[in-house]
């Protein structure tokens, strides 16, 4: 049966999910606030900044006034960045149906949220903001996936966590066909954890994976190989799931399943992980030279040319970190990289030594 969805974010990742729901018969509307987008989208059925020799759906379209775009839908996925995931939410506030909780609400947003007690989780902070309908109903949705693949009808797997059963159950059914396979969870805490810190544990392993092909980088480019690169994974994983048991994660196969350490791996090891990207152009190509400590990187983050967002969130984790008194050598060094306090050879470094 074919039902009313509304995608806020019009990325390469909304524009994949709203894909996969327009191509199952579903009417689709994405919202973005580009007018370049919009126009490639409805004219051209295609969004060729963020994906690039993808056909659309006709039945696919896109819409630049997000009240509209909200209005009298059924369902509503938001995949807006981090950095604007909050500012998103507030402008949909005065939409009927949100006020009356008529709508089921999913987020494929990775990241943590600022605000006066420190970083927070994504669900729990919008359910601050979100009507009481709406707690302990949204829906947290994560996986080891990239949007060139899913938009392509690769076979990939996703997690649809959420407190209510029945929700996760709706997404789930909502999302799967033959080649998105989804599955319900219960541990919205740890899935969250997982998705976001992964991305920052991509970035120290772009840079590794960049070392490992160098001709020269101060010496360190004939110590690392693929054993290393599972040592920082694994290293990484552990971290991850440190993290997640300290912020209430409710079960430790989360982290053992693909919400964990699949999701981990393909960020870490694919070539369209934009982390991973980061990361090996921090040694390839000093990236980080214009910027003279984190909070510029994240203020003029678009002149990068593409959101890796671990940038957002290794500031988040380094300070829950401190919070709860945690040890992660990796998002604390990685920290200090971005924040220009140390070069990326002395954390390569001190990493290895730490491991002995």
């Not at 775009?69 to 506030?93: F, H, M, R, W």
């Not at 999701?263 to 190509?285: A, H, M, P, Q």
Request: some cysteine; overall charge neutral.
């Amino acid at each position: 049966m074919s039902v009313n969805i509304a995608v806020l974010g019009a990325g390469a990742w909304g524009t994949a999910v709203a894909k996969v729901l327009a191509e199952k018969g579903h009417d689709v509307v994405i919202w973005s606030h580009s007018n370049a987008a919009l126009e490639d989208i409805n004219l051209r059925h295609t969004n060729v900044r963020y994906l690039p020799d993808v056909a659309l759906p006709n039945n696919l379209r896109a819409c630049g006034d997000i009240i509209e775009a909200v209005n009298g839908k059924e369902y509503l996925i938001l995949a807006t960045p981090s950095l604007y995931l909050l500012d998103t939410v507030k402008q949909i506030l005065t939409v009927p149906s949100i006020r009356e909780g008529e709508v089921a609400i999913a987020v494929l947003t990775k990241g943590f949220l600022p605000s006066a007690k420190g970083p927070r989780l994504i669900l729990e902070t919008l359910e601050d903001y979100l009507p009481g309908f709406y707690r302990q109903s949204l829906v947290y949705i994560a996986g080891p996936s990239h949007a060139e693949e899913v938009s392509r009808g690769k076979i990939t797997g996703l997690i649809a966590a959420s407190e209510s059963a029945k929700n996760s159950i709706r997404f789930r059914d909502l999302l799967k066909s033959s080649r998105l396979l989804v599955f319900s969870s219960f541990d919205v805490r740890g899935v969250q954890v997982a998705a976001a810190a992964k991305n920052v544990v991509a970035i120290a392993f772009g840079m590794l994976d960049a070392l490992k092909t160098a001709n020269s980088y101060f010496g360190l480019e004939d110590l690392f190989g693929d054993g290393t690169a599972s040592l920082l994974l694994a290293a990484g994983l552990n971290e991850i799931q440190t993290l997640g048991k300290a912020m209430g994660a409710t079960h430790a196969e989360t982290f053992t399943s693909i919400s964990g350490v699949g999701d981990l791996d393909v960020t870490c090891r694919s070539v369209f992980g934009r982390n991973r990207r980061f990361g090996r152009e921090i040694i390839e190509k000093n990236i980080l030279k214009p910027f003279s400590n984190l909070d510029d990187i994240i203020a003029r983050i678009e002149e990068i040319g593409y959101l890796p967002e671990g940038v957002v969130a290794v500031g988040h984790v380094k300070a829950l970190a401190e919070k709860l008194k945690l040890k992660m050598p990796i998002a604390t060094g990685l920290y200090q990289i971005l924040n220009r306090e140390t070069a990326p050879e002395n954390f390569l470094r001190s990493f290895v030594k730490g491991m002995e």
